[in-house]
């Protein structure tokens, strides 16, 4: 049995609420074993041995269904977690919050870096496996040039970020 983590797009913001016994009630239904929800933002650690499409598929499904809600996640392989926080490239600093991008395409990953250019004094950006890593200064993670590109309707479907500290808890 695989481990995996879905990390679901746009929970608990903009109206979509979803308690995460309602959450993990959800995923147990759907029969997945040992489901773990972390924190109110759309965090799930579960185990199953389906592939990651059909997985994909039947939760997004079973979100829409159950919470009635335009529902996109990304899966990751719980195994994979590790490297990716390992993996941060950038110095921790008590004045910046430091994020992970996670993408279900590595092409809008890449269309998100597309001829950026951000201002490395305020934050830095970096490609990674599977992710986009990035570091900006607290109270500014919705008003850099990077914030406004990731939060573009175009990635809704592809990407959700992720605080580092929110991903250490998932381990």
Known sequence: ?????????????????IRS???????????YQDVRTV????????????TAAALKTDIEQSLRDRFGYDAWIVLVPHDDLAAVVDGFPFPAAEDRHD???????????????????VDESVERVARGVGVVYWSCPKGSSTDTVFAKR???????????????????KLL
């Open 39 to 50: 924190l109110a933002s759309g965090n799930v650690v579960f185990g199953s041995d389906g």
């Open 150 to 168: 990731a939060g573009a309707a175009r990635f809704k479907r592809t990407t959700t970020t992720r605080n580092a500290n929110t991903l250490r």
């Open 99 to 117: 994020y992970v991008v996670f993408g279900s395409d590595e092409d809008a990953l890449d269309d998100l870096l597309a001829d950026l250019e």
């Open 21 to 31: 016994a309602e959450l993990a009630a959800l995923f147990r239904e759907r029969g």
């Open 1 to 17: 049995m695989t481990r995996w983590v879905a990390l679901l797009r746009g929970v608990n913001v903009n109206g979509i609420t």
